[in-house]
């Protein structure tokens, strides 16, 4: 081993791809499921004041102004059960880092996001992908586990399929479990309905949250953990100790506020979809219902590398993801009415 090499469990380690992102202009970008709406005025403004604000000062460690507006808008009994983080990749972090000792075991189904893996290859932990089975349900298997298993991640809705456990087999799934059960709710917003609830209920639930994805604020990171105050006073310990800076408090707290402008931009949102959906299937796709702000569709063809390839000389990105042992296909994130007509019209060019 020479001065320099990072730990033998690093050894291995590939770069985190999320997408492409090119600087902002040139691509009608439809690859990484962000808003392609702004953000709601309340938000610019809040941001906007916020410019002649305390930035000589470290900010509120436990960014209390967003937690209390969050606990009151979801109905949660206090803001304890929330902790905030510098976009919920961090929440993730903290809880594989809280959780998960070296040689441990986490477990997550497969295909979904690939980052919990990398999560714990950094942690020198083991991971276990459970395959989703036909119809994207989970086998019972995922309920199981052994006292090496520390915790298990469920996106949902799920990325790249956009589809749904629903509730009642989450709860089940987390009486059976002899750990936590991460419910990433990344995409809740977009299906109508969610596991706020249940935390409540089962100690051992935890439900992640983004302001990346809904409320149009990928490019300030902010997200959050809602569960019981008892755990998330420990997960507090241990995370960096201004991990919120104080621009993306103020802007996240405005957002959350920000009830009526999320559920139009949503109601918007899910009908272009619902629209993206039906064009492509006529145009011979297999599509799989989504209840998020993407649609995962494979053609018979085969030809989803080319397609993406097509579509990116013509300005347009999409996500193209290739799973080992399970096939490939284009991931298309929900854009404005006009971004999605001009993806559509290329694919039906690249087919015809
Ligand atoms: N969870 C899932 C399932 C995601 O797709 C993403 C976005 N890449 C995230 C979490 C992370 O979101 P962010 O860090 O922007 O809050």
Redesign the pocket.
Known sequence: MSKTDLRPALSRMLPYT?GEQPPPGKFIKLNT?ESPYPPPQEVIRAIQDAATGPLNRYPDPTARSFRNEASRVLGLPSPDWILAGN???EILTILVRGFVGEGQKLRLPYPS?ILYRTLADIQGARWEQTPFLDGWHLPTMFGQGDADLRLVLL?NPN?PSGTIVPKDEIAKLAESLPCPLVV?E?YADFAGDNCLDLVRSHDNILVTR?L?KSYAL?GIRF?FLVGSPAILGKLGNIKDSYNCDYLATVAATAAIGAQDWLRETVETMNQTRARMETRLAELGFNVTPSKANFVWCTHPSGEHEAMHQFLKKNQVLVRYMNFPDWGDGLRISVGTDQQVDACLMLLERYLS
């Open positions: 999320p499921n976009g919920s990749d996001y996106p990325s990433d990344a983004t990346s990928a997200g």
